[in-house]
């Protein structure tokens, strides 16, 4: 989520979750990977189609509105945009609903949850000339606004700060306020809060939100669907790897399993569940009859 993220043209554009994963990460598009997790949701999805709909939304303004405007009066006018014209907002009625996690519904409903609620108010303004990026805060996904054209680091502090769910734009203290209703009332709000998260991360997180929805409600295929496309984008995370070894078990995916716990035990041969994992291995290994 990056206004220094050129977009992928059409040609170039990855058909496929593994085929966007397999980029390099300066290479990776949010908005691409967004649009292709709701095609697994939904087969009938067209990315190129959902895409263009997402761009579209900044219309009728262009980069000259922007023009001269200091970060937060940039940041009030996006708001005024997103929220107030386009009418996204947060859904407070339903937060564990997986439709808030998915960009094709929430592009219809115009609500979702802050990851997503952010896609929209970094991609808005990324046609718009205006340097809005994602941060993966504790517990609550934010948008920074720069106005510097460099990618910001641990040092710089931003522009602006808003918050995607409510459209406020944050103060110090209203930041440090979310920080400890997530890390505890001694948590002290410092630079690296707010550094701009990856492109990586950001979709590691979308696709972590499904997941836990996806396990709330029971649901093991789509919640080991998430994690392979998690694992797709990290492949070396053993707890991912865990977690989608038991679930696999679970839904009787026994070699799928055992694939994933030997994974476990080759990265982390010292690891202390390793005696767990050989359990799982041996209560898992095929019978006689299944070899033979």
């Known amino acids: 989520m990056s206004t220094h993220h050129a977009p992928i043209s059409l040609a170039k554009r990855p058909r496929t979750f593994e085929d966007l994963a397999r980029l390099a990460d300066p290479e990776l598009d949010v908005a691409t990977g967004a649009a292709l997790i709701a ?14 709909r997402l761009a579209k939304l900044c219309e009728p303004l ?30 407070e009625d339903d937060y564990q609903d997986p439709r808030n996690s998915l960009l094709s519904d929430v592009l219809e409903r115009r609500v979702g949850i802050p990851i997503t609620l952010a896609l929209v108010y970094t991609e808005v303004a990324r046609h718009l000339g205006v340097r809005a990026r994602g941060v993966a805060f504790p517990g609550h996904y934010l948008v920074r606004i720069d106005e510097k054209a460099h990618v910001p680091t641990a040092r710089d502090e ?4 808003l918050d995607p769910f409510t459209g406020k734009l944050l103060t110090h203290e209203d930041a440090e306020g979310i920080l400890r209703r997530a890390l505890g009332e001694k948590a002290r709000l410092a630079p690296i809060h707010l550094v701009p998260a990856s ?14 929805v996806h396990l709330a409600r029971r649901d093991l295929p789509r919640a080991h669907l998430a ?17 989608r070894g038991m679930l696999a078990a679970k839904l009787g995916a026994t070699s799928s399993a055992r694939s994933d716990f030997e994974r476990v035990l080759e990265l982390e041969p010292e690891a202390q569940d390793a005696q ?15 070899l033979n």
């Open 39 to 52: 095609k697994d949701a939904y087969g009938s999805v067209d990315v190129d189609t959902l895409l263009s």
């Open 62 to 91: 262009t980069p000259v509105t922007f023009e001269g405007l200091a970060g937060p009066e940039q940041a009030r006018l996006l708001v005024q945009h997103v929220r107030d014209t386009l009418g996204f907002h947060g859904n």
């Open 158 to 161: 931003p522009s602006a700060l």
């Open 199 to 212: 492109a990586r991360g950001t979709l590691v997180r979308m696709l972590t939100n499904l997941k836990v």
């Open 227 to 243: 994690l392979d496309r998690i694992l797709s984008l990290t492949p070396s995370s053993t707890s991912a790897l865990r977690e």
């Open 276 to 290: 767990i994992l050989r359990a799982h291995l041996a209560r898992l290994a095929p019978s006689r009859r299944e």
